[in-house]
């Protein structure tokens, strides 16, 4: 079994900061993309940043040049550092990690259980 599990969620005032951790466990063989999704109530789940493998980096338009996405391949773990929080990035963060378990099978989408970032004004 693949585990996705995520840290560091909270309340923060506008303008703080966050850093949201996610590691992986279980039975790997390989991990290409991992990254952070939200999803504000009312709205549809959305990509805030990825980072492959290789360390190719893509953020949402609205996440560039606050959040910043790294990764620990040898620990399996992804972050994401958040700055200059806003009111509308108030939404429940989920950690996805594109895994493959074993050599002799193919990739899928794994997802971590959400964690809760809110933003007061």
């Known amino acids: 079994q693949v585990q996705l599990v995520e840290s560091g969620g909270g309340l923060v005032q506008a303008g703080g900061s966050l850093r949201l951790s996610c590691a992986a466990s279980g039975s790997i063989f390989s991990i290409n993309t991992m990254g952070w999704y939200r999803q504000a109530p009312g709205k549809e789940r959305e990509l805030v940043a990825a980072?492959?493998?290789?360390?190719?980096?893509n953020y949402a338009d609205s996440a560039k040049g606050r959040f910043t996405i790294s990764r620990d391949n040898a620990k399996n773990t992804v972050y994401l550092q958040m700055d200059s929080l806003k009111p509308e990035d108030t939404a429940v963060y989920y950690c996805?990690?594109?895994?493959?378990?074993?050599?002799?099978?193919?990739?899928?989408?794994?997802w971590g259980q959400g964690t809760q970032v809110t933003v007061s004004s």
């Open positions: 996805n990690a594109v895994i493959q378990r074993h050599r002799w099978t193919s990739f899928f989408n794994y």
């Open positions: 980072s492959t493998s290789g360390g190719s980096t």
